[in-house]
């Protein structure tokens, strides 16, 4: 009884991480792998749109993912994954901390978040 019911967990465990949910469910801790596998797909905008989603622990620390939008939603939505900290605790956690154009108004401006490094050493496969 007990073979089947690791044998069922990891195989559940193998097929959430070779899907990748579009949401992680917020108990899941994050592996680098998933969390670059997450932000590099497509997601629908329109269902989104100022959304703010926990999808887990990566090393330990909260990420979140933000879907800020202002003028023409859902089109100028952005997808925002990053640590759950304040940007002073930023490298005490191994974050990376980066300035991006977040839509403001009927405009955009910068603003910096604290980044997980995966994501930051993959900038081009993250899909924002």
């Given at each position: 009884?007990?073979?089947?019911v690791v044998?069922?967990?990891?195989?559940a465990?193998?097929?959430?991480?070779a899907?990748v949910?579009?949401?992680?469910?917020a108990?899941?801790?994050l592996s680098?792998?998933?969390?670059?596998?997450?932000?590099?797909q497509?997601?629908?905008?329109?269902?989104?749109?100022?959304?703010?989603?926990?999808?887990?622990?990566?090393?330990?620390?909260?990420?979140?993912?933000d879907?800020?939008?202002?003028?023409?939603?859902p089109?100028y939505?952005?997808?925002i994954?990053?640590?759950?900290?304040?940007?002073?605790?930023?490298s005490?956690v191994?974050?990376?901390?980066?300035?991006?154009?977040?839509p403001?108004?009927?405009?955009a401006?910068r603003?910096?978040?604290?980044?997980?490094?995966?994501?930051?050493?993959?900038?081009?496969?993250?899909?924002?």
């Open positions: 009884m007990v073979a089947k044998l069922v967990t990891g195989c465990l193998i097929s959430a991480v899907r949910p579009a949401q992680p469910d108990s899941d801790i680098d792998k998933v969390l670059l596998q997450y932000a590099s497509s997601y629908d905008r329109s269902k989104l749109v100022g959304q703010h989603v926990v999808l887990g622990q990566n090393h330990g620390v909260s990420v979140i993912a879907f800020p939008c202002s003028d023409l939603c089109n939505t952005v997808r994954i990053h640590y759950d900290i304040p940007l002073s605790k930023c005490e191994g974050g990376v901390e980066k300035s991006i154009l977040v403001f108004s009927i405009a401006m603003k910096s978040f604290c980044f997980p490094k995966v994501l930051t050493d993959n900038w081009d496969r993250y899909v924002r």
